[in-house]
């Protein structure tokens, strides 16, 4: 499925992120269903931007489905990862933080 | 269908092999090395194929306590399709029962024969021995005339290893369409890791092919989410999050892409063997309290359980890149990730990463895995079994044998 920026995958209508097909710098533009926002800082393949405005505590879809939820208020256009998404079930490990985060949920 | 799609080396209980594999065991660590100067004897520079279908292999159990899975898979192993003879090696004072593990490759109808490395006179007469015991068994097998296959007595699995954020949207989707021309030929093909499809439970489920069975399921994967989360942590690891995935059930997501649409017709626990084409689950989670560790500590662990099922081969999608291949069956490795295809062209079958470049579609990358599964299964050799790769890996587990609803063709 297409979004309106070719370096963007939208995997599913109701997701509210996008998955990094080209790697961005820091500062390069990206359309966002017809906004042009600049990314904050470098972002590599795979990685994931907000697609809209999401609250902290509101569910993050991807491929349709609940991959976890917001544990900051994310601003469009905003790298999603483990300083603002957490697990519904496991907690993630990250090498920097140890246990970034445990699961509330499980 | 094409009855002779395939070729293949027929065994005596009907199943047909697409390698010709002299399997060398060790019975614990302490016989690994003697095991490894015989199987050396025999190795191909790292770059050559394999000159003719046989080879010979490397597989093992390194405990020296009785564990019954390891026995069911070591029995598994050694009589998998493509296997045609065994040569176990043992220390002597081991716990693993040889006696009982060559009769029953012997009632398979392969030559198999125990070195005893306490009663052949150490290190060096047991690998002179070991090694004319391979040779004229090596050419045994060269002279075997494989017969035609059909599609329908394949069996393939799929694993993914050093997922990334791509592996989802590229290579797992890719392989997944691959499983459904497979299957929709009368192939059985097995997806597995139940820790890596937390969340996904309830989707798969409503593919079961009895409610009984999506029950199971359901179960299977509540016991995997039990397991990890007494562990500490999932089956995430940090180059995952380095990918850009952030949560186990993401992971989960872009893995359970990986099996495709077809309806799920079962569920295998290691070394259950698919009753009938379509589509497994394989429960790799032991049963029971937590005991001797994680589930599976790398993805060779996961890869000899499902060759354990009778996978002839295995699809491995890979965003990070991974480089293994595997003993017994050989591995076909779809990288996920363009960047990654770039760097490590050598070591990778598939671009499926191209997907995100716009040079290619999901349905040409997957037509293109089933493709080349199908060369593969008639001999050509893949990039990591041209480059020597035969990873094995065998460690403690518990399982209870499945019940009645997981295989509802078996009842």
Same mark, same amino acid.
Do not use: W
């Given at each position: 499925m297409a979004s309106s920026d070719l370096r963007l995958v939208l995997l599913a209508p109701d997701d509210n992120c996008l998955v990094v097909a080209q790697a961005l710098r820091a500062e390069d533009r990206v359309n966002i269903d017809g906004e042009s926002i600049a990314v904050a800082k470098a972002i590599g393949v795979g990685h994931k931007l907000a697609r809209r405005a999401i609250a902290r505590g509101e569910k993050v879809l991807k491929y349709g489905a609940i991959i976890g939820t917001a544990s900051a208020p994310i601003a469009r256009g905003e790298h999603i990862h483990t300083h603002n998404l957490e697990s519904d079930y496991l907690p993630t490990y990250t090498l920097e933080a140890g246990r970034a985060f445990v699961a509330k949920h499980a | 269908m094409n009855a002779s799609e395939l070729r293949g080396y027929l065994r005596p209980d009907g199943r047909k092999g697409i390698r010709n594999v002299v399997a060398v065991a060790y019975l614990v660590e302490c016989a690994h090395h003697v095991a490894r100067e015989i199987v050396g004897r025999f190795r191909e520079p790292v770059g050559n194929a394999p000159q003719s279908g046989s080879a010979v292999h490397l597989i093992g159990f390194p405990g020296c306590y009785?564990?019954?899975? %390891?026995?069911?898979?070591?029995? +598994?192993?050694?009589?998998?399709?493509?296997?045609?003879a065994v040569l176990l090696v043992s220390l002597g004072c081991e716990s693993f029962n040889r006696r009982k593990l060559e009769e029953h490759i012997r009632a398979s109808g392969r030559p198999a024969a125990t070195l005893v490395i306490q009663e052949s006179g150490g290190t060096r007469r047991t690998i002179a021995r070991g090694a004319e015991w391979v040779e004229e068994w090596l050419s045994e097998l060269d002279a075997q005339v494989a017969v035609p296959m059909a599609l329908s007595e394949l069996v393939v699995g799929t694993v993914c290893g050093g997922s990334d954020g791509t592996s989802g949207i590229t290579a797992n989707p %890719?392989?997944? +369409?691959?499983?459904?021309?497979?299957?929709?030929?009368? %192939?059985?093909c097995i997806f597995e890791e139940t820790g890596e499809l937390v969340g996904c439970e309830h989707h798969m489920a409503r593919?079961?092919?009895?409610?009984?069975?999506?029950e199971e399921i359901i179960r299977c994967v509540a016991k995997a989410a039990r397991y990890y989360a007494t562990l500490g942590h999932g089956s995430f690891a940090v180059g995952n999050a380095d990918g850009g995935l952030t949560t186990q059930e993401e992971k989960s997501l872009g893995a359970y892409a990986k099996s495709g649409a077809a309806r799920i017709a079962g569920l295998l626990k290691p070394g259950d063997l698919p009753p009938?084409? @379509?589509?497994?689950?394989?429960?790799?989670?032991?049963? @029971?309290e937590v005991r001797f560790g994680f589930p599976n500590i790398n993805d060779n662990a996961e890869i000899a359980e499902l060759i354990a099922c009778g996978a002839h081969l295995v699809f491995f999608s890979t965003g990070r890149g991974s480089v293994v291949g595997s003993a017994i069956a050989p591995v076909i490795k779809v990288c996920a990730n363009p960047e990654t295809y770039r760097k490590l062209e050598d070591d990778m079958d598939v671009d499926a990463g191209r997907i995100l470049e716009g040079r290619g579609t999901l349905d040409e990358v997957g037509r293109e895995v089933y493709e080349l599964a199908l060369r593969v299964a008639r001999g050509a050799p893949t990039k990591s079994e041209s480059l020597g790769h035969q990873e094995f890996i065998l460690t403690y587990k518990t399982f209870e044998p499945a019940g009645p609803a997981c295989l509802p063709a078996a009842a």
């Open positions: - | 009785p564990n019954a899975y %390891a026995d069911r898979m070591m029995r +598994r192993l050694c009589t998998h399709p493509n296997v045609g %890719a392989m997944g +369409r691959a499983f459904d021309f497979l299957i929709e030929r009368g %192939a059985a593919r079961a092919a009895t409610p009984a069975l999506g009938a084409g @379509g589509l497994y689950l394989l429960d790799v989670v032991p049963d @029971g």
